[in-house]
């Protein structure tokens, strides 16, 4: 056959893996590589075996060859067919030896043999080496050798910051803390033209930074743009509208406790692309914190019904059942999700939840410690955990989980409110004045109604230090953020109380009353507050002796 042919061959081959006729590609690919034994052609041929799923005979196919060793693209693909063997071991045999530091750096590698066969002209392609390194990090995560899958994956997105499924199995499981994540980002080496890249991957990492800083971020790729069509130069094509730049957006407002507002926008995005399913995660914790169980069971039905065998479909149902507080049916589809992906964190966080909210401490504890584990850039794990131990009056260990929980995270201001709340009740009142404090100033976004508690706190703690003054501005600025809170117009009314002024402290204990009627504290409050008024107005002298 002339060698024409044998090209017009090849290109039916092409064809038919571009209209997913792999029968018909595996068909001609095998034509073709029995009438030259080229390289190239056995290469194709493996590759349309593997398209078809036939990952044994594609291995087989590979493994025989001569250059399989020697021929990184061969390597890459015969380890492939292993990976969706579930051969793990063998996987990383035939990846070959290669050492990694811990800022992800690679030495000791022998892969210096490197040819690029059957090339499809690509002006950019990702480098070979870093999906060798991403394909290393998948085997090591599935031998649960977390700390090995995550230097590889480092390894992965250095080596190419093209190689966007490193970076997101980092993120998405939770492998860095925010220091080392924001590390990572400045440490790629972008080209020229991707500085919009830069600016997304900054995007999809933890955000805890000021508000005025995160949205600047978004309005740079937001303006981000492309000449569609060159002869209208007004004619620009913008990210602004991007499902992924959204997502992220979305995810920064349920940080920020804007729950209405990530609501709002998921739904939108959920419209445009129903089965965008990192806006779909958002959506559910937005629906739960919202309290909204008709969204979450239609939600969950629908995910139930298009994605059986995937863990956000269950977590989803566990999410409905943990808003209309039926706590032991979430239980069961929460456990159901971590079944079928043990590293999916949303859903051991809601399997420890619905422990707590029924005060089974130790079970709740041991679904936490699990996420820990597993997910050492995540902080909130360690962070219910010292809740727990707060529950139980275990403030010292308590104090210690949320000291580990800090350190993950330096920059959540829950972390210290919660580092505030145990100071109060070990009644070191300067120091939680110091650590509520600290969390308003590192609030990213103006005060909301998530916050008043912290507010509240930080007003009981002027409160206990006789600060009067300062104890009764921030109960105050509690009020501007909330009209509804018991505790707030409790603790207005006992201050003035305390500086024996009866008649302010009267109209606050019956506000609090008017709220809540059976208020023990108040209820008791308030009679010796009138006992109190009538004696101020009663003469010294006349009293009886």
């Not at 044998?6 to 068909?27: M, N, P, Q, T, W």
């Not at 995660?281 to 139930?304: F, Q, R």
Request: net charge negative; proline share 2%; charged share 25%.
């Amino acid at each position: 056959m002339r060698e024409e042919e044998i090209e017009k061959l090849r290109g039916v081959v092409r064809d038919c893996v571009s209209k997913h006729l792999y029968s018909s590609a595996i068909f001609f690919a095998d034509k073709v590589a029995a009438f030259t034994s080229d390289p190239a052609d056995i290469y194709m041929q493996a590759q349309a075996l593997f398209l078809g799923r036939h990952y044994r005979r594609a291995f087989h196919l590979l493994n025989a060859s001569k250059i399989v060793l020697s021929d990184l693209r061969f390597r890459y693909l015969a380890a492939k067919c292993l990976e969706e063997l579930k051969e793990w071991d063998q996987c990383l045999s035939m990846l070959g030896e290669a050492k990694v530091d811990d800022d992800g750096n690679v030495s000791d590698t022998k892969d210096s043999n490197v040819m690029y066969l059957d090339k499809d002209c690509e002006d950019r392609e990702i480098n070979i080496s870093s999906a060798i390194c991403f394909l290393r990090g998948k085997a090591y995560e599935a031998l649960e050798n977390r700390t090995q899958a995550r230097l590889w994956y480092k390894a992965a997105i250095k080596a190419d910051p093209l190689c966007y499924e490193a970076l997101e199995c980092l993120i998405e499981n939770h492998m860095l803390t925010c220091e080392e994540e924001a590390n990572l980002i400045s440490s790629l080496q972008f080209g020229s033209e991707d500085g919009w890249l830069l600016s997304f991957y900054s995007c999809l990492i933890k955000k805890y930074d000021k508000e005025d800083v995160v949205e600047a971020k978004f309005r740079d790729l937001e303006n981000e743009s492309c000449k569609s069509d060159q002869s209208d130069p007004s004619f620009l094509r913008t990210l602004k509208s991007n499902t992924d730049l959204l997502a992220c957006k979305a995810e920064y407002y349920h940080q920020c406790g804007e729950y209405q507002k990530c609501f709002d926008l998921t739904y939108v995005l959920l419209e445009k692309d129903l089965f965008h399913l990192k806006s779909t995660l958002v959506h559910l914790a937005a629906a739960v914190e919202l309290g909204h169980s008709n969204e979450l069971y239609l939600m969950a039905c629908n995910l139930v019904k298009d994605y059986p065998q995937m863990a956000l479909s269950w977590f989803a149902v566990g999410c409905y059942y943990y808003c209309i507080k039926k706590y032991d049916q979430s239980r069961r589809y929460f456990s159901k999700a971590t079944s079928l992906d043990g590293t999916f964190p949303p859903a051991w966080i809601g399997y420890g939840n619905a422990y707590a909210a029924q005060e089974e401490g130790d079970q709740a504890m041991s679904a936490y410690r699990t996420a820990a584990r597993l997910f050492p850039g995540c902080h909130l794990p360690t962070l219910y955990i010292g809740m727990e131990c707060m529950r139980t009056h275990s403030y010292k260990l308590a104090e210690q989980f949320f000291m580990q929980a800090k350190s993950t995270c330096p920059s959540d201001p829950l972390v210290y409110n919660e580092l505030g709340v145990v100071a109060y009740h070990m009644k070191e009142y300067k120091k939680a004045v110091w650590w509520f404090e600290k969390t308003l100033a590192l609030i990213p976004t103006a005060l909301s109604e998530m916050w008043e508690s912290t507010v509240v706190n930080l007003a009981h703690a002027y409160r206990k230090l006789k600060m009067y003054r300062e104890a009764i501005s921030f109960y105050e600025k509690a009020l501007a953020l909330s009209t509804r809170s018991v505790s707030t117009y409790a603790g207005l009314a006992y201050t003035y109380h305390l500086q024996d002024d009866f008649t302010t402290a009267i109209a606050y204990y019956h506000k609090a009353l008017w709220l809540k009627s059976d208020d023990q504290f108040c209820t008791e409050m308030l009679s010796w507050a009138l006992i109190d008024e009538g004696r101020e107005g009663v003469d010294p002298s006349l009293e009886f002796r």
